[in-house]
């Protein structure tokens, strides 16, 4: 039985019995933060909390681990809703090719891009994806991250998103964390479609999907809605044909241009829309009359130099709001939340109470894992992450690139 208690909190966040399972609008200010307090876990379930003052006599074991946390905070990990954590290779080449002038749509347009990762993971064996995906996952947690979404997309063939799909399913089964699949097959047309849309459409629907469904390979289908990509036709068939065998939406909108792919992914019950660097009124009313959760992807922004989400028009819309961090080799070879925690209250103008809500409990409603993540409350075993000692909270978003993780109980 390991038991620890972690006492001398400064400040123990998002702990509590009623806090709501989504933050919108003006509420996504409200972030509920225990000064003095401790923390009581029993075999990584929660099951004590409250001010020191209260302590006293409460616990009584034997056998326990005492963790002194004076002037360290204490929160529930966040939760990472939109990665492309499985890949093979890093595109340091393409950075550099953009430093010397070429856009992200000029490198895509010559074989780079998504084009350029799917020819590097048709050269890995699963094993390998795996060896590879598994390390990067180990320093994603240890990075502060305690739930994860992975994207299949770098496939873009039956043999290669297959691949990439058993290799989040081994992850799931292996490492310590929940870990959400998504079916991303139409991430961009594989080259030898590229006259031949309605062929690599064919592909997705009625080869790939069956063996997802056998298989059990995915919980959710992405498509990337964008010009010269998917059109809001071809995301709204292939959506629907994902809902088919059960899977739910999850997409990549707005990212470049505005196509109508908000309205459509909202009416087809997204369960979130990613990316939304571009937005309109329109966008804004499809997602207030849904449960979508807009998400927005900072780390993308910075690494492309592309315009910033408008968290402040989205939250004004009374709307609530996740963050993540898109990982990938592309547009965001970062996977720390801690830095996207910054980018958001740095160059979106969120507050650092709205972009922890954004990252816990709001991340959690993007990847349906609310009734387990995102707060601390009685008889809940998610991953709880414990900073240095630091002199504020809003020192985790104010001292970017510092490393702030203390510890992770998983
Ligand atoms: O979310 N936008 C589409 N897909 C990824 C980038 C993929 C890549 O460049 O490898 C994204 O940004
Ligand atoms: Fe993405």
Redesign the pocket.
Known sequence: MAKILIKNIKGLVQAGENIPAVRKGSQMQELDVMEDAYLALEDSEVIGYGLMNDWEGIIDWRDVEIIDAEGCFVLPAFIDSHT?AVFAKTREEEFVDRIHGLSYEEIAAKGG??LN?ARKLAALSEDELYEAAKIRVEKIIQSGTGALEIKSGYGLSREGELKMLRVIKRLKENMPISIKATFLGA?AYPVAFKENKRGYIDLLIDEMLPIIQKENLADYIDV?CERNYFSVDEMEEILKAGIAIGLKPKV?VN?FNILGGVKKAVELGAISVD?LEEIDEQDLEALKNSTSIPTL?PG?SHFLSIPYGDARRIISAGLPLALAS?F?????PNYHLMTILSLACVKQKMTPEEAINALTINAAAAVELSDTHGKIALGRRSPILMTKEIPSLAYLAYAFGEDHVQRIFL
Do not use: E, K, R, V
């Open positions: 492309h891009g998504i990762s991430h990337f990549h990212q990316h992807l993308c898109d990938n080799p592309g547009s965001s």
